[in-house]
């Protein structure tokens, strides 16, 4: 069981996916705090890179890696454990994919570590935190006002919002998934129960988190590697213009749009997914 010890001396697991003669992709998991998981191989992209897939601390096989549960992180300093994560490695620079959640700490780490980013790719990103940009996410969901399932949504949304602890919102969140999904069919509702969260380390991921948005988007203006983002167009949880606009954030940033498509672009449209993938991390 692959593993490593952090900055402040916890172990933390990872996973290898795909052929380790190819040039590593680190991978961060969202959630915030769910099991690696639901990414499955995002794709086939194991084929293009050999992916480093770490359980954040408090997730997972990292929960008990060293014999005792470490401290669980705000997300802010999780991005010591990417770094910590790369020296183990033994890598100048790291490529680096961060999904929903996960893109916090993996922006983060661009802010702290810009010189230690070959490339950086965001899988739909939460935005709103970051960006002035309107958030059309209700805009989204609307489109599904015909759906058997949207009643129930609408009744869980107040739960949802008012919760205060990660257990109270994935109570509510049962309800409110649908709206990650531009289709709420089998492959989606098999999807959901993919990857298990753990509550303590997501009351730790935002508890005493302040951020100064525009000096983070200053910071983020400094990372000179290629980044990319992706984006569904039908992703009720964190729109389509708030993630488009955090690629303009980067010097070299683009965003990709896949169609048809939400939170889960590699669930739901995955050769759209792999084509945007292995277009950008490209053989090196």
Same mark, same amino acid.
């Given at each position: 069981?692959?593993?490593f010890?952090?900055?402040?001396g916890?172990?933390?697991?990872?996973?290898?996916?795909?052929?380790?003669?190819?040039?590593?992709l680190?991978?961060?998991?969202?959630?915030a705090?769910?099991?690696?998981s639901?990414?499955?191989?995002?794709?086939?992209?194991?084929?293009t890179?050999?992916l480093?897939?770490?359980?954040?601390?408090?997730?997972?096989?990292?929960?008990?890696a060293?014999?005792t549960?470490?401290?669980?992180g705000?997300?802010?300093?999780?991005?010591?454990?990417l770094e910590?994560?790369r020296?183990?490695?033994? +890598?100048?620079q790291?490529? +680096?994919?961060?999904?929903?959640?996960g893109?916090?700490i993996?922006?983060?780490?661009?802010t702290?570590y810009?010189?230690? +980013?070959?490339r950086?790719c965001l899988?739909?990103?939460?935005?709103?935190? +970051?960006?002035?940009?309107?958030?059309?996410?209700?805009d989204?969901?609307a489109?599904?006002? $015909?759906?058997?399932?949207?009643?129930a949504?609408?009744?869980?949304?107040?739960?949802?919002?008012?919760?205060?602890?990660? !257990? !109270?919102a994935?109570?509510?969140?049962?309800?409110i998934?649908?709206?990650?999904?531009a289709h709420?069919?089998?492959?989606?509702?098999l999807?959901?129960?993919?990857g298990?969260?753990y509550?303590e380390?997501?009351?730790a991921?935002?508890?005493?988190?302040?951020v100064? $948005?525009?000096g983070f988007?200053?910071?983020l203006g400094?990372v000179?590697?290629?980044?990319?983002v992706?984006?569904g167009d039908?992703?009720?949880?964190?729109g389509?213009?708030p993630?488009?606009?955090?690629?303009?954030l980067f010097?070299h940033g683009?965003?990709?749009?896949?169609?048809?498509c939400?939170?889960?672009p590699?669930?739901?449209?995955?050769?759209?997914?792999s084509?945007?993938?292995?277009a950008?991390?490209?053989?090196?």
């Open positions: 069981m692959p593993t010890t952090s900055y402040d916890a172990t933390l697991h990872y996973d290898l996916l795909g052929d380790p003669t190819l040039p590593h680190v991978v961060q998991a969202g959630g705090a769910r099991h690696p639901y990414l499955g191989d995002l794709a086939g992209l194991s084929g890179r050999h480093v897939v770490l359980h954040q601390r408090g997730v997972g096989d990292s929960l008990h060293g014999g549960a470490p401290d669980a705000r997300w802010t300093e999780l991005a010591e454990d910590a994560l020296r183990h490695l033994g +890598l100048e790291i490529e +680096l994919l961060g999904h929903s959640a893109t916090r993996a922006l983060s780490y661009a702290r810009p010189h230690r +980013l070959a950086l899988v739909t990103p939460p935005a709103t935190w +970051l960006v002035e940009e309107h958030d059309d996410s209700k989204i969901i489109r599904h006002s $015909a759906e058997e399932w949207y009643p949504f609408l009744d869980a949304l107040p739960r949802y919002a008012a919760a205060t602890t990660a !257990e !109270e994935m109570e509510a969140f049962v309800a998934a649908p709206v990650s999904f709420w069919d089998d492959t989606a509702q999807h959901q129960h993919i298990q969260w509550p380390a997501q009351n991921f935002t508890t005493g988190v302040e100064d $948005a525009a988007r200053q910071l400094q000179r590697c290629d980044t990319l992706i984006a039908s992703d009720g949880l964190v389509l213009r993630p488009c606009a955090v690629a303009e010097p683009s965003a990709v749009v896949l169609d048809n939400g939170h889960y590699w669930v739901e449209q995955p050769e759209a997914f084509t945007a993938t292995k950008f991390f490209r053989p090196v």
